[in-house]
Structures are given as C-alpha cells and as structure tokens.
C-alpha cells in the first residue's frame, strides 16, 4: 500500500559536520530532492541533516520526497513541503511515482545489508540491482529537462582480495560478495546513464559506518558497532572474529556529509569516473577494543565476548582495511581520523555527550 502524506514543520541551525561544504554545482532555483531508503539508519539522518538546515549546500530545498518499504518518520522541515511514499522500490511503478515531479537530486540508498543478501540472492539483487536499474529508466523516461543528480550509497566491499598494503583510487573493484558484486553492477550503471546524459551521477562508496546506533541489523559487519556500542551501555557484546582484523570505517554523521556534499559537486570535477572511495578510519578489532578502554574503561572492554563465527569471518577476510583516498580528499570530502573519534560522535550524537552510569562506572 502506498501512502503520500504531506508534513510541515519547524526548521533550527546546527553546525556543519565531518564531510560537508559549501554547494559548487549550480542548480537553477529552490531544490526538489528525492531520498530512497528514508527510514534507514542513514536515510533518517540525512533527512534530519536536509530539514535542520532547509538547504543543500547553499540553495534552499523546496520539497523532499521520502521513499520506504517502512513509513519514514515525521521531520521538523519548515517551510519545504515534505511527502512520504511508502512502497517498495523494486516494485512496479514506484521509481516512475518517486521521479514524477522531476526532482532535481536523488539520494539512492535503498539497500538489502550485506549479510542479508549474502543469504539470499534473489532478494539481494531484486533491491540492490533491479530497483536501481528501475529507478534510473524511470528517469530516463521521465524526459527531464536537466538530469537530476544521483548520489548512490555504494560501498568499500565492491573490492575483493587479493589487497595491495593500501588500496588506491586505481584499484579496480573485484568483488568477493554478492553484496559488493550489487553495488559494483549498479556502479557501472550508474557511470552509463550519466555517459548517457540521462542522470547525474556520483557512487559514494563508504565505509563500514560505526559507530551505527540502534539494534543490530543483518549486515556483517554489524559486530564492529556491536562491540563498541552495546559496552558503552553496559550491555555484553559478540566478537567473532579475530583481534586483528582490519577495516575501513567512519561515522554516520560523516556518512551524511559524504552524501550531502555529493550532491553539490560539479560533474566536471568528477569526470567520466563517477565512483569515489570516501576517507575513513583503518583499525584493528584490537584498536577499537584500546579506543574503547579508553573512552569507558576496562569495565566495558570486559563486556566484550569472544565467539567464533567461520561465516562471518569469511565474509569479512574479503573486504578491505585500508585505502588512500586522495581523490576524495581532493573533491572536499572529510571523515574523522582515529577511531577515538569514532567513539566521541556515537557518544555525542546518540548519548547526549555523556556515558550511561553503568558504562561510566
């Protein structure tokens, strides 16, 4: 069942976070956005980000679509005119419903999570590939006037070993999951219709996000947020893989400047390669159990459980832990840079700025 509801409220300020900055590609007056997966962990935020600021960079937001199989929840937005529709993307005549007004930016991050579509193929590539091939037809077919910019939430798993020491912006993808195989496929369509002239499009491919707040999910990864969130609450936590795997990781908040600054970029300072490694943080399971120590204690450390799991660690040997994103730097994108840091935004953003008693005992 779809469901088109209006929502009209209040807007305040807040200050810029990691990964954002001022807008650089021109857009012809107030812009109309589209947010595919709204209800997600990181749709929600950016949505929240857009409505506080009533802007994307600095030119005003006129509407904002928000698109879920989930009711996205309502947000304070002002004076922009704020819809929900909620149906899945992948579905018949949803992409078609969701660009109907042309709008003028589209953040793509509907998404099934990497352990999910791990399990189940069919499902993984119905959401991740199919609904993003719909989407993009349906932009074509709606024979816009000026090809809306797409910013589409890839990821770091659409590289597979073997890994050089540091991954560079040379290094192809060679995905060794399904869920890397999706965003590398969805990639490649995303650089054709911009090719093409039917969209503007930007690939983002982000780190893994911690700390995530909430419970956990199906993605693989989820462990790493896990073993950092759920002792700072006191609660016990699973750790199924070794001390010393390395990742790539960074913040919500930066995942929301990545996205938003994404959408300010001109195309020509992208070029014909429309994907770009975002900066992150590269620890050790070993670092992030220091960083944690110190932010709340060997209390917490102590929460942490170790339990093997062969298929988690499988999934994970196969993505990689340290890149040099020059590219993204140069294009403006921020990221914090210790995992210390890490901690203190999840803190911060998700715990008012102090620990709970029992985290902080």
């Known amino acids: ?27 012809p007056g107030p812009v109309r956005i589209v947010v595919t997966g709204a209800a997600g962990m990181l749709g929600t935020r950016l949505v929240d980000r857009l409505a506080v600021r009533g802007a994307l960079g600095d030119v005003r937001l006129s509407h904002m679509l928000l698109v879920d199989a989930v009711a996205p929840r309502v947000v304070a937005a002002g ?3 704020v819809q929900t529709l909620v149906a ?10 969701a660009v109907s007004a042309r709008p003028d930016v589209i953040f793509h ?4 999570v990497s352990g999910e579509a791990e399990a189940d193929l069919e499902k993984g590539f119905r959401v991740n590939v199919d609904a993003s091939r719909r989407l993009f037809e349906a932009i074509r077919r709606s024979a816009a006037v000026r090809p809306p910019r797409v910013v589409f939430s890839s990821s770091i798993a659409v590289f ?45 491919r982000l780190p893994t996000l911690c700390v995530r707040p909430g419970a956990p999910n199906l993605a693989a990864s989820g462990f790493f947020s896990s073993i950092i969130r759920e002792p700072l609450h006191g609660r016990a936590a699973i750790l199924p893989v070794p001390d010393d795997v390395r990742h ?13 600054h994404a959408g300010t970029l001109p195309g020509e300072a992208l070029g014909r390669n429309r994907a770009v490694t975002m900066p992150g943080v590269s620890a050790t399971v070993a670092m992030q159990i220091d960083a944690l120590r110190r932010a709340a204690g060997d209390g917490a450390v102590s929460l942490i459980t170790r339990q093997p799991d062969e298929t988690i660690a499988r999934i994970v040997a196969g993505w990689p832990g340290r890149f040099d994103p020059r590219r993204a730097l140069a294009l403006g994108f921020r990221a914090e840079t ?5 901690i203190q935004v999840y803190i911060d953003d998700e715990l008012g700025g102090t620990l709970p008693p029992r985290a902080a005992a």
């Open 1 to 27: 069942m779809r469901i088109v509801a209006p929502t009209i409220s209040h807007r305040a300020s807040v200050p810029a976070g990691a990964g954002s900055a001022a807008v650089s590609r021109p857009y």
């Open 79 to 81: 004076d922009i005119a």
């Open 88 to 97: 899945d993307i992948a579905d018949d005549g949803v992409a078609e419903e």
């Open 109 to 112: 991050l509907a998404a099934v």
């Open 160 to 204: 597979g070993p073997p890994f050089p020491d540091v991954i560079g912006d040379r290094h192809r993808p060679a995905p060794s999951t399904s869920y890397g195989t999706e965003k590398a496929i969805v990639e490649l369509l995303l650089d054709d219709y911009t090719r093409r002239g039917v969209l503007d499009g930007v690939s983002i």
């Open 248 to 260: 790539w990781f960074a913040s919500p908040r930066a995942a929301v400047g990545f996205l938003t």
């Open 338 to 342: 210790s995992f210390d840091q890490l």
